[in-house]
Each structure stands twice: as structure tokens, then as C-alpha cells.
């Protein structure tokens, strides 16, 4: 194993987000303020509790995945697309790196970068609302999960991408409608049928689920399924890298 | 007496890269390579020599695990460069063509990255010699875009030293260069050389190979017509023409000439002398002392070299 090299990519990717930190921090928390204000504070106040939690505290799961997803994606996307772009890439395909150490220094960053920003927006809420985590070894074991399978998606979007436009539309055009639609600001049962039925194709709806239940008990789905689906989502992305990389699909010429 | 022993020691030994039937399609449908065989001696600096396009940067390329060959087999100190990537990459340091470095990371910090990158543990004391060998040392705090393309392309060989290669490959490193660069690279690569380690570049030049080169291999539309010691081919392409413009019409060649290899163009006015440049005597001044005695007067005067390409036509055909 070639340890040095993962160290290297890793704080490679860590000092390119210092560099710009007050950017990198300042947007996700700025936006889930903002969240809650308008969905937390203004229309919360209004709205009745769901499964017996205040509804301020219900949507904090569910925002936190949607950051979490996003950031995880265009950062992961950025790194590996960035090197691409910029040709620097040829260093780290003449490295003695594996495509194992290539993920882990790349994804392991951007899973990093994640957990970070989840911790501060679990900060930020605490302004806002009040909430407590029931199951907090679980909460990390479905962040931890979540921050590194969606980095290691974008990180296939940044292999796969040949095109600036390319890395920003896969975000902007699959993610956010997948979030919004997976249940972070409702209950699934809210929804008529069949819609609800329909939303079970949305692999989102199982992290957001599982979330909320490590945090007040309660879920949409069971939570084992929950965990199969994001294991089975997190084995595909690395099957994928894995081919990716050692085929260079997109990567050598 | 030690060189030459030195010489024959490292003819015998194993060459440190070999390439076999390595032949490239791009995606485009493009033959960039048609079957190389190429072995590099373990030690020498061998020069890659051909025009833009031969495919020089695509078989480096290649070798070093940028792009993958379409079939074919490269060995690096023993180790399959697909198979046994990891023994073949952490020997191998490699200088692109192109300028692709980081913009904000300091040049510090992106030699000590690549250094970490191949696997090797810190090491200040010798990136701290790396890039003053390099006079990048009072640079090194500087972020690399705020320096010039110069500057930059000695991060980039300081990049490929940092990670101590006993490989090292490097792709037209003059191109675009300055001379105080050119003169502080040769140093480093005989330096490097002094210290055994096995030196590959490409170059468009002839004089570049014949400066530094022990061999020089030419590559010409994806094959390598031939590989040999610098000291013969340099012989085959040291042949320069000297061009007289007469002041009077000759019928033909004078008689008193006839012992020279001279020739007379169809108008009569152009008298063409072939010599070698790199004889010890050229014969230019006896013949211009003969034609003052003959009484035959020039107006102008002119050597030409022959063009890299048409050396290589010659080669090929010669060849052929
Ligand atoms: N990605 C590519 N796709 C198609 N053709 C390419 C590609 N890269 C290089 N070539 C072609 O392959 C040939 C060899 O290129 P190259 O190896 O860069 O030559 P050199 O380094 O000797 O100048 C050139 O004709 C070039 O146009
Ligand atoms: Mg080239």
C-alpha cells in the first residue's frame, strides 16, 4: 500500500479547500440558514408536528443530506476533473498509485470536506431549532456512508465529464430534483398516491429515511433497507472507479 | 581505459527499458506508433530524435503510463509496466512537453507532493539540493503561477527529481528555453548521468542530441529507423554543402579541380562542394586557394546543412 501517496492526494485536496475555506464554508451554511428560517421558523411554525416531531427539527436530516450530497458531489467532481483539465493529471497516472490510493486520497478528501460541513450545519441548527440525536453512532455511520458514496459518485462525474457544462449539469439536473423529491421536507406518507409508491425509485428517500431515524427514531422506510441501499449504492461507485481508473476511461488517451 | 571497460559493461548488461511491438491507434483511427522495439541501456543518455508528430511524446507517453498502448510490451528495470506498474512508475520521473503545472500550490509544496506521490518519505535536504540545482530555492515559497514558463518548466523537472528516478525521461526539455536554463539542465543531467541514472529525451534537434546523447534513436511517422551510437550517426549527418556563386559562367568543372568532389549546377554559375563538417579538415580552405589560383572568382558564398527531414528521407532511403 502505498500510504505516502494517499497522503499526499488527500492533503493536496484538503489545503485546495483551505485555500478558499471562507467560500467553501460560508455558502452551505449561509443556505441551510436560510432554510430554516423560511421552512424552520416562518412556515414551520404553522405546520403540526410529523410523526410527533416539531417540524423545524424534522426537515434537519433531510437538510443536511441535501448539503452533504451536493458538497460532496462538486467537490469530488472538481478534484479529479480539475487535474483533467489542467493536464497535471499525467503526474498522477505515472505515480505508483493504485486506483484503491487514487480513491482513497481523492474520495477520502471529499468525504472529509463532507463530515466537516455536516457538523457545522448540525451547529447551525442549533440556533435555529432544538433537536436531539437518538441514535448517534448511527447518525455518523449514515453520514459517514453518505458523504462517501456521493463523493465517490462525483468523483465518477468528474472522470466521466469533458466538459465544464457536463460536471455542472449532472448536480444540477439529477441531485437537487432527487433531494427535493426524497422526502426532506415531508413525510412520504404525506404524499398521495401514487406518487409514494413512485418515490421508492428515489434512492435519496433511503438516505434521508434512514437519516431521520438515527436521529429521532422514526422513519419513512425500515432502516436495514435504508443501510442495504446505500452499501449497494456505495459498491457500485467503487466497482465503477474501479473500472474507470484501470481501463482510464477518460483518463489516458 | 575505464570508460571505455564502462562502456562495454553496460552494452552486456540488461537494458534498463525495453520496448516490444508497441504499436497506438488513437480513437481517432490514427497509427501513431507501428511496432517500436527500442532497448535503453542502463546509464546512457539516449536521445529520441524526429520531427513534430513522429510519435516521440505518444511512445514516452506510453511508457511512463499516461496513455495505454494498443499492443506491445514495455519492461521498466524489470518490471511490466502494466502487470508491475507500481516497481515500473516509482523508477521512472518524467518531464512532459507541455507545461501542466498547479496554479496555487507553492514550489515547495508540489515537489514534496510528487515526492510523497511515489511513495517516498520526506526528505527536505534533498528537494532543498533539487531545486537549488535548478536556482529555484529563492523561488520556493512562490505560488507556481506567479512564475514564468521558464521558472516552470524547471518546477516541473525538479517535480521529477524530487522522487529520485533512476529513469528519467524528459520531453523536449529545450523547447522554448532559454539559454541560462539549457546550460543549468545539461549540468543537472550530467550530474544525474554521474550518478547512474538512465536518461531518455526527445528532441527535434540534431544539435541537442549530438551535445549530450551517448545514442540517439530516430524515429520518423511511428517507427524507429534506426538507433545508434551518436558518434556514427553524426558521421552520416555531418554532410554540409558548400554553395559558390560565380562571377563568370563555367562550361565545366576545371580540369585542375577535377580531384575535388565538385559538381556544376546546368546554368554554370553554381559550383557545389560536399564535405564533411565533422572531419578534421573540411578541405574548404585548399579548394578556395585552388580556385584563387585558377583565377576564378565567387561573388557569394554559402554552406548549408541539411535539414533534419532531408537526413531523414536519406536515412530512409538508404534504408530502403
Ligand atoms: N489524442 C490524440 N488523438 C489523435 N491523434 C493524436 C493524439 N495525440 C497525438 N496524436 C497524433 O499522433 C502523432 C504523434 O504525436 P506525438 O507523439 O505528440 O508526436 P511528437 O511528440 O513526436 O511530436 C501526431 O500526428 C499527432 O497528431
Ligand atoms: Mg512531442
Known amino acids: 500500500m502505498n500510504w505516502l501517496a494517499i497522503a499526499a492526494i488527500y492533503k493536496f485536496e484538503m489545503s485546495r479547500w483551505f485555500r478558499t475555506i471562507g467560500q467553501s464554508v460560508a455558502s452551505p451554511v449561509l443556505s441551510t440558514s436560510l432554510y430554516f428560517i423560511v421552512f424552520g421558523a416562518a412556515i414551520g411554525a404553522r405546520m403540526g408536528a410529523i410523526d410527533g416531531v416539531a417540524y423545524g427539527a424534522f426537515i434537519i436530516p433531510g437538510l443536511m443530506m441535501l448539503s452533504i450530497l451536493n458538497e460532496s458531489i462538486g467537490n469530488a467532481s472538481f478534484g479529479i476533473y480539475f487535474p483533467k483539465w489542467s493536464g497535471t493529471i499525467f503526474e498522477i497516472l505515472s505515480a505508483p498509485v493504485s486506483w484503491g490510493e487514487m480513491l482513497l486520497g481523492y474520495v477520502g478528501a471529499a468525504t472529509t470536506k463532507s463530515m466537516l460541513l455536516g457538523a457545522l450545519i448540525l451547529v447551525t441548527a442549533r440556533v435555529f431549532v432544538p433537536y436531539e440525536i437518538a441514535h448517534p453512532f448511527w447518525m455518523l455511520c449514515f453520514l459517514l456512508l453518505t458523504a462517501a458514496s456521493f463523493s465517490l459518485f462525483g468523483f465518477l462525474i468528474g472522470i466521466w465529464a469533458d466538459s465544464w457544462e457536463k460536471l455542472q449539469t449532472i448536480p444540477m439536473l439529477v441531485i437537487t430534483p432527487l433531494t427535493f423529491l426524497g422526502g426532506a421536507f415531508y413525510s412520504i406518507d404525506m404524499l398521495p398516491s401514487p406518487w409514494r409508491e413512485l418515490t421508492f425509485f428515489n434512492p435519496v428517500v433511503y438516505l434521508i429515511s434512514g437519516f431521520r431515524w438515527s436521529f429521532y427514531g422514526v422513519s419513512d422506510v425500515q432502516i436495514e433497507i435504508s443501510l442495504a441501499a446505500i452499501l449497494g449504492f456505495l459498491t457500485a461507485c467503487i466497482l465503477t472507479a474501479r473500472w474507470m481508473i484501470l481501463s482510464g476511461y477518460r483518463l489516458k488517451r | ?14 537494458p534498463i527499458v525495453s520496448v516490444r511491438g508497441l504499436t497506438k491507434t488513437y480513437a481517432n483511427g490514427f497509427s501513431a506508433l507501428k511496432g517500436i522495439d527500442l532497448d535503453i541501456r542502463r546509464g546512457e543518455i539516449f536521445a529520441l530524435l524526429g520531427p513534430n508528430g513522429a ?90 503561477m506567479t512564475l514564468s514558463g521558464g521558472m516552470k518548466r524547471r518546477v516541473l523537472i525538479a517535480k521529477a527529481l524530487a ?4 529513469i528519467l525521461f524528459l520531453d523536449e526539455p529545450t523547447a522554448g528555453v532559454d539559454v541560462e536554463l539549457r546550460h543549468d539542465m545539461w549540468n543537472v543531467v550530467r550530474r544525474l548521468r554521474e550518478r547512474g541514472v538512465t536518461i531518455i529525451l526527445t528532441t527535434h534537434y540534431i544539435e541537442e542530441a549530438e551535445e549530450m546523447a551517448d545514442r540517439v534513436g530516430v524515429i520518423l511517422k511511428g517507427e524507429i529507423i534506426l538507433v545508434e551510437d551518436k558518434a556514427t550517426l553524426m558521421q552520416k549527418l555531418g554532410k554540409r ?5 560565380l562571377c563568370e559562367r563555367l562550361e565545366s568543372v576545371p580540369e585542375m579541380l577535377a580531384d575535388l568532389k565538385l559538381e556544376l549546377d546546368a546554368a554554370g554559375t553554381l ?39 532531408e537526413i531523414f528521407v536519406s536515412l530512409v532511403r538508404e534504408r530502403a
Open chain 2, 55 to 144: 510519435g516521440k511524446t505518444t511512445l514516452i507517453s506510453i511508457i511512463c503510463g499516461i496513455v495505454n498502448a494498443s499492443s506491445g510490451s514495455v519492461v521498466a528495470d524489470g518490471f511490466d509496466n502494466v502487470r508491475e506498474f507500481r516497481g515500473a512508475r516509482a523508477r521512472i520521473g518524467l518531464v512532459p512537453q507541455e507545461l501542466h503545472t498547479d496554479a496555487f500550490e507553492t514550489v515547495w509544496a508540489t515537489c514534496n507532493f510528487s515526492r510523497g506521490l511515489f511513495g517516498f518519505k520526506p526528505n527536505p535536504a534533498h528537494v532543498e539540493q533539487v531545486l537549488k540545482d535548478l536556482s529555484l530555492w529563492d523561488k520556493r515559497n512562490d505560488k507556481i
Open chain 2, 241 to 245: 554543402e558548400l554553395n559558390l556563386h
Open chain 2, 163 to 166: 522522487h529520485e528516478p533512476s
Open chain 2, 271 to 309: 559550383l557545389i562542394y560536399r564535405f564533411d563538417a565533422l572531419s578534421e579538415s573540411t578541405g574548404i580552405s585548399e579548394l578556395l586557394n585552388r580556385l584563387a589560383a585558377q583565377g576564378i572568382g565567387f561573388r557569394d558564398l554559402r554552406t548549408s546543412e541539411s535539414t533534419l527531414e
Open chain 2, 1 to 14: 581505459m575505464a570508460a571505455v571497460m564502462e562502456a562495454r559493461a553496460c552494452a552486456t548488461a540488461e
